[in-house]
């Protein structure tokens, strides 16, 4: 039994790329997080209030912790095992019920949305467990097990208690269940299991990573190419249309410019890929989440734009871009152990703009988003002419376990 659940576990001699069974998985996130901009659009159709948009914030989470221990799973585990092709197809399943009801999770649909949750989290590690059996490593998938059962509760409570304690109930939930990532799912008596001391396949994790960038780019384009094609291809949604896809392309550059491509000699290279896995990962949450939010600022502007700006629908036209900026700050450190000043410095000034923005026009203000990636951009681009790719140099990475953990 211990030998059958060792097979399970990645070994040093198959393939560490990604799979066509984890992008087949990722086709489901691509329409999920489309159903997360229409709830974000739906909210400020309403009249976006702080609580509408941390409801919609809730939920994206909820299908960023999905495909964030998936991509665990797939790092740790053989893909090409049939447990773990039943556990993502299982979760590609689940994933798409969670998008069907997603924009109406906060209301009629609460439950069906809260079930298809459960059992892709709890349901997961439970058979991994099972699979495992007597192997020294089955402890893993149990603390997980365990976690999201506390947090099941707080889930089931808020989808049958009265409206008004859902998103309490929920938001509660949510920072149960991070918190058992980030923390290691900690059981009394058996310590602690972080993916940080995980071994995975490194190169894996990054590409996993650079795909759900990818994902959250062609959200993006969905988001552009519908919105578009419902305005009757006139001149002034012609030229936001124009301007949407030349900042999408911005993003892409600025992600993928050298620290981007690097992402994976890191992870590859690093002693302890997990810890950089586990940095990185709250890092491209920050900057898919500026993605997603500039792609509901796309709508907008494609819509109406040249209305009178609305202070709300700053907050994604800008405030996507800006968000994307400081994510990538962020990921600058992690690779080169350095603070990327311009694109700090660029964050800063778009968000110091919103003021004078609300003068203008939706127009206006995507326009001045663009023209500052494009200054980002184009010094990327001049700083880099005749220079050799530079080394990584992460300053993550290192072995650090504490007295308890469970040695993963």
């Known amino acids: 039994m211990e030998q059958r659940g060792g097979a399970l576990l990645r070994g040093g001699t198959g393939s560490s790329r990604a799979t066509f069974l984890e992008l087949f998985f990722d086709l489901a996130f691509v ?29 994206f989470l909820v299908l960023w912790h999905v495909w964030t221990l998936i991509t665990w799973v797939t790092s ?32 009629e649909r609460a439950l069906p949305f809260v079930v ?28 997980l097990t365990a976690w999201a059962v506390v947090g099941g509760v707080l889930w089931l409570a808020g989808a049958l208690g009265p409206d008004e304690l859902r998103f309490g109930m ?31 396949a ?8 650079q795909q759900m960038f990818l994902i ?26 124009t301007v949407s896809v030349f900042t999408t392309a911005l993003l892409w550059r600025i992600y993928f410019y050298r620290a981007g491509h690097l992402l994976v000699e890191a992870l590859r290279m690093a002693p302890s890929p997990g810890r950089l896995g586990v ?3 709250t890092t491209h949450l920050v900057m898919v989440l500026g993605v997603l939010l ?3 600022g796309y709508e907008l502007v494609i819509v109406k734009p040249f209305d009178r700006v609305e202070p709300a629908w700053l907050f994604f036209i800008v405030g996507g871009p800006a968000l994307f900026l400081l994510g990538r700050t962020r990921f600058e450190y992690e690779i080169f152990a350095r603070v990327s000043r311009r694109r700090l410095l660029m964050m800063l000034a778009l968000i110091a703009s919103a003021p004078l923005l609300l003068l203008g026009t939706p127009m206006l203000a995507l326009s001045v988003v663009a023209g500052g990636l494009t200054v980002v951009a184009v010094v990327d681009g001049v700083l880099s002419r005749h220079q050799p790719m530079e080394p990584s140099a992460s300053p993550l990475g290192r072995v650090e376990l504490r007295r308890g953990d469970f040695p993963t």
């Open 116 to 143: 298809a949750y459960l059992v892709a989290v709890i349901g997961r590690p439970l058979l991994i467990a099972f699979v495992l059996g007597r192997h020294p490593r089955r402890t893993v998938p149990w603390r």
């Open 76 to 107: 740790r585990y053989e893909p090409d095992a049939l447990t773990i092709q039943f556990v993502v197809v299982g979760t590609m399943f689940g994933t798409l019920v969670m998008a069907v009801t997603l924009p109406r999770a906060f209301e």
């Open 294 to 296: 500039t792609g509901v």
């Open 279 to 281: 940095s990185t990962s």
């Open 31 to 59: 329409f999920a997080l489309t159903r997360v901009s229409v709830r974000f659009i739906e909210e400020i159709e309403h009249g976006l209030t702080v609580m509408g948009f941390l409801e919609a914030l809730i939920l």
């Open 202 to 209: 490194g190169e894996h994790m990054a590409e996993r990573y």
């Open 170 to 200: 929920w938001a509660l939930a949510i920072t149960v269940d991070m918190a058992g990532y980030l923390l290691g799912w900690p059981v009394p008596g058996l310590g602690r299991a972080p993916v940080s001391a995980w071994r995975i």
């Open 216 to 241: 959250a780019l062609g959200e993006t384009i969905l988001v552009i190419g519908i919105s578009y094609s419902g305005e009757g291809f006139g001149l002034l949604a012609a030229a936001a249309f």
